[in-house]
């Protein structure tokens, strides 16, 4: 490894940091507040209205009302911003900013879309994908096979709760239900084979049903069924080129939650907390 390459190996791993993206994600806000004209010292007396500002003014009306404003609405429009503008700074002058627990409200659910927004916009790379697709492979499989058993309620699905108490109690859940043509326990039985003897929404419903668990009623192309499946198994795996875009969804979607508390953890490990109880 060149001296280079050790010196820039630390600022790479800081540029991964959900902290950095924070905090540079905030001072890009700062920036476009300043340039939308927010960032103005309260203490001051003028207000200026820019060339730059009236032209903002007659975009974002045009972008609602999908036509120019008239002249006479874009003096509507800047007596209106010169109103927000007075009143906003009057209340900053008075302080009626600080302790609001609404303001502060507001202020954290800025910070929450904001970090929110990092955390949808994160990246992934290969290695965490193939992670994910490893983890989660009967997401992405090509076809699952599943052991599970059934009992046949009929068509109107009626007994349900009683035969799940009498399994619960120990009783022979083989005795239960009624008569069917169709296998009580299957093995190693594909999604197809299962849709072609139960029917699509059978099949789909095994594919999100708790392991080990009785559950339903499930509904088959003959009526009620409570299932049990007792493994899932995904076969024709395929390969993270393959199914990329996929998985990379699958990943943001259900990993948002937990970085999003890390971005939350990242800002908290920063601050020094002293409690006081009575």
């Known amino acids: 490894m060149t001296g280079s390459e050790k010196s820039t190996s630390p600022l790479r791993s800081l540029l991964r940091e959900p902290l950095v993206h924070f905090l540079i994600a905030g001072f890009l806000v700062f920036l476009l507040s300043l340039w939308r004209g927010g960032g103005v010292d309260a203490e001051s007396r003028t207000i200026h209205i820019t060339e730059e ?81 490893d983890q989660h492979p009967e997401r992405f499989a090509t076809d699952m096979t599943y052991d599970f058993d059934q009992i046949y309620l009929g068509e109107n699905g009626q007994g349900s709760a009683a035969i799940l108490r009498n399994i619960a109690s120990g009783a022979d859940w083989r005795a239960m239900g009624k008569t069917i043509s169709l296998p009580q326990a299957l093995e190693r039985a594909s999604a197809s084979d299962i849709a072609r003897q139960f029917g699509d929404s059978f099949a789909q419903a095994l594919s999100s049903a708790p392991l080990g668990e009785w559950t339903g009623p499930v509904n088959s192309g003959f009526g009620e069924h409570l299932v049990r499946v007792r493994a899932r198994t995904a076969s024709g795996k395929p390969t993270l080129a393959s199914v990329r875009q996929r998985v990379e969804n699958d990943w943001r979607v259900n990993g948002a939650k937990a970085r999003e508390e890390e971005a939350y953890q990242s800002l908290l490990d920063a601050y020094t907390i002293k409690i006081a109880k009575p």
């Open 53 to 133: 500002k009236v032209a903002r003014l007659s975009a974002s009306w045009e972008q609602i009302w999908r036509r120019p404003p008239t002249p006479a609405e874009i003096d509507g429009l800047i007596r209106d911003y010169i109103k927000e503008e007075v009143y906003y700074r009057e209340a900053k002058r008075l302080g009626l900013d600080e302790d609001d627990t609404v303001i502060r409200r507001r202020l954290r659910a800025k910070m929450e879309f904001l970090a929110k927004a990092q955390v949808e916009n994160a990246e992934a790379d290969e290695q965490t994908l193939q992670r994910w697709l």
